[in-house]
């Protein structure tokens, strides 16, 4: 008999008892809302924001609603307007074109490699076309972000890292988020500490920090931010930012600051886990690993491989067959947007030019969710079913395309 995978690949770890008592006492003084203190009493939220500006080595910090606001609230304090165009990845998720469409301007998507990082000659040839680019490090992948700050900085391009996937990753022992003048992190619940929603924006621009947080909504209590420039920047921009609330509020803040000091234990953890999957479906047949690069440490939330080349229908075969082993895979080439996972031609208010590079990836991508729920022995046990499944409709069909 096949052996059967009965785990849940959406279930978190419960947060720890440091995180549960430190929202208990938030919710037992009641000043949830940011700058709702007690004199002489410093927020959960502005503590937040100052220990992980320390953490990833950044001057300024703001916590803000969501991963997505902290994109979208990044756009606007580099000043990209209606009808500005933004360079992005062809490989990311909804959240990122939409954060570029809820400013009203215009993605500009840069093809993706089999490496699943951004394909910096297509972003060279088409880095004059913008000022901006936001750079997505989907599913974790870093690109050589030497070579991508280089091309950039010599087109005048700023860069905003959309870091949902990498906080706790590294480039040649630069934090995620700390080559482009802004790093965006995700602190929802699928994402590498849970908050349930919220986000985090980091700047070394002062202008640009105190821009994002009247954006965020302080009205004229910026002083109370200890992340935060001093209050003549602020004057220089306090009449001409508009306040489009999505703080922070400190119950989230107070559960978030113990998981920050556990991070780097959990990133650890799922490194341990991802190795293993990893190992297990080494030399598949007929499936390609992603080649990770010695400059990058990353955070092996999720895994993907590529079953590049084969009919689609043979991919979905295997999709199926491998969930009816209790293993839940996601695929990038469905034609239709499902649940999480959509692909750039489905974003239609954006215009869509064709990138065949892309598509031929994109059909191939295989994806799915590494929780630290799962134990080493559920991901040895996770890869053997995939590579049993991969293994027996490849070798019945011997050669792939349809
Ligand atoms: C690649 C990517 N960027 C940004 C976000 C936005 O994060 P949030 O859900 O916190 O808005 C997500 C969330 O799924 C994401 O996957």
Same mark, same amino acid.
Request: glycine letters at 10%.
């Given at each position: 008999m096949n052996e059967k995978f009965s785990g849940s690949f959406t279930q978190q770890e419960p947060l720890s008892d440091a995180a549960i008592a430190a929202a208990l006492e938030v919710m037992q003084h009641g000043?949830? /809302?940011?700058? $709702? %203190? %007690?004199?002489?009493e410093l927020g959960q939220a502005a503590l937040l924001e100052q220990e992980f500006a320390a953490q990833v080595g950044a001057k300024y910090c703001l916590s803000v609603a969501s991963g997505g606001y902290a994109l979208a609230t990044s756009l606007r304090a580099v000043g990209v307007e209606h009808g500005d165009l933004v360079l992005t990845n *062809?490989?990311?998720? +909804?959240p990122v074109p939409g954060a570029i469409a809820s400013v009203g301007a215009v993605p500009v998507f840069v093809d993706v490699t089999e490496n699943l990082v951004i394909d910096l000659d297509d972003l060279a040839s088409k880095v004059?076309? *913008?000022? %901006?680019l936001m750079l997505s490090h989907m599913r974790g992948h870093l690109c050589d972000m030497d070579r991508l700050m280089q091309i950039c900085n010599d087109a005048g391009v700023t860069v905003i890292e959309d870091c949902a996937h990498t906080m706790g990753a590294t480039w040649n022992g630069v934090a995620?988020?700390? /080559?482009?003048?802004i790093g965006c992190y995700s602190c929802q #619940?699928?994402? /590498? %500490? $849970?908050?349930g929603e919220g986000g985090l924006l980091v700047t070394d621009d002062e202008e640009v920090a105190a821009r994002a947080i009247m954006l965020s909504g302080s009205y004229m209590l910026f @002083?109370? /931010?200890? +992340?935060a420039p001093d209050r003549t920047v602020f004057d220089r921009i306090k009449y001409d930012t508009p306040n489009i609330s999505g703080r922070m509020d400190n119950l989230r803040a107070a559960i978030l600051r113990p998981q920050l000091r556990d991070l780097d234990a959990q990133v650890a953890r799922w490194n341990e886990r991802y190795r293993c999957i990893e190992d297990g479906l080494? @030399? #598949?047949?007929?499936l390609q690993l992603t080649e990770r690069p010695a400059a990058e440490t990353y955070v092996g939330s999720s895994i993907q491989f590529l079953l590049l080349d084969w009919a689609s229908e043979k991919v979905q075969e295997v999709i199926r067959r491998c969930a009816d082993r209790g293993v839940e895979l996601k695929w990038f080439g469905a034609p239709e947007p499902a649940a999480f996972t959509s692909r750039y031609? $489905?974003?239609?208010y954006a215009p869509v030019h064709s990138l065949p590079q892309s598509d031929r990836i994109l059909a191939g991508i295989v994806d799915m969710r590494v929780p630290l729920t799962f134990s080493l022995d559920d991901c040895a046990q996770i890869a053997r079913i995939i590579r049993a499944e991969v293994g027996a409709v490849f070798q019945r069909d011997g050669s792939l395309p349809s």
């Open positions: 000043r949830l /809302h940011r700058y $709702n %203190v %007690v004199e002489g *062809a490989f990311t998720l +909804a004059g076309q *913008a000022k %901006v995620s988020g700390r /080559h482009g003048e #619940t699928y994402k /590498h %500490v $849970n908050s @002083e109370r /931010h200890l +992340a080494r @030399e #598949t047949p007929g031609d $489905n974003w239609r």
